[in-house]
């Protein structure tokens, strides 16, 4: 296995590093990070990395980008994936990515967060939405030899909050950042009725 903390290098994936390091709060940013390279454990571990369809550069993409709805640059104007995911689609094609693998990366970005859903749409959408529920402890494939150097490097805060508080901040900004049934718009309740 190559070094797990190694980051892709190249035009592109500098630009979705610092668009998201830029835009959003160090620990959202860090999130996005070790998103990333649990995607990218899980794929070796379970053995995608040999599959046609995967792309370690839209991977990073993906992944590095999919919470820049929760940064600097998203207007409120829909929820929070949809305007990551706009965001990002804007980046790679401003790099000549191929149209069909911007709208890969898109619905990947905008389907990190569909739990029951991502998983059905191929593997740049799995990969995406389970590194992003590993670094969430909703996914607990990986062992703790995976995990300690991740953390250990990208580190998470105990007890932080910045990414329930920045959807709540984005989905306050208008009903369209907040459309029923959507996990923007229940944070957003509870927060207003205190829970």
Not at 35 to 55: M, P
Not at 81 to 110: K, M
Not at 119 to 138: A, I, M
Request: hydrophobic share 45%; glycine share 8%; aromatic share 6%.
């Amino acid at each position: 296995m190559n070094d797990i903390l190694a980051l892709p290098a190249g035009p592109l994936a500098d630009a979705s590093l610092a668009i998201a390091q830029n835009t959003e709060k160090a620990p959202i940013a860090d999130h996005s990070i070790r998103s990333f390279l649990f995607a990218r454990l899980l794929a070796e571990q379970e053995g995608s990395v040999d599959d046609a369809a995967y792309d370690e550069d839209l991977l990073f993409a993906a992944c590095v980008m999919h919470d820049l709805g929760l940064g600097s640059l998203a207007a409120g104007r829909a929820r929070f994936e949809v305007e990551g995911a706009d965001l990002a689609a804007s980046v790679l094609t401003d790099h000549g990515v191929a149209a069909a693998d911007v709208d890969r990366v898109w619905e990947a970005i905008a389907l990190h967060a569909s739990i029951g859903i991502a998983h059905r749409r191929g593997l740049l959408t799995y990969l995406t939405h389970q590194g992003v529920f590993v670094d969430t402890g909703r996914v607990t494939d990986l062992g703790t030899a995976f995990l300690r150097p991740v953390y250990a490097t990208y580190p998470r805060p105990d007890g932080d909050t910045s990414i329930r508080d920045a959807i709540i901040d984005h989905a306050a900004r208008s009903e369209a950042a907040a459309p029923p049934y959507s996990i923007s718009a229940e944070l957003l309740r509870q927060r207003r009725i205190g829970g």
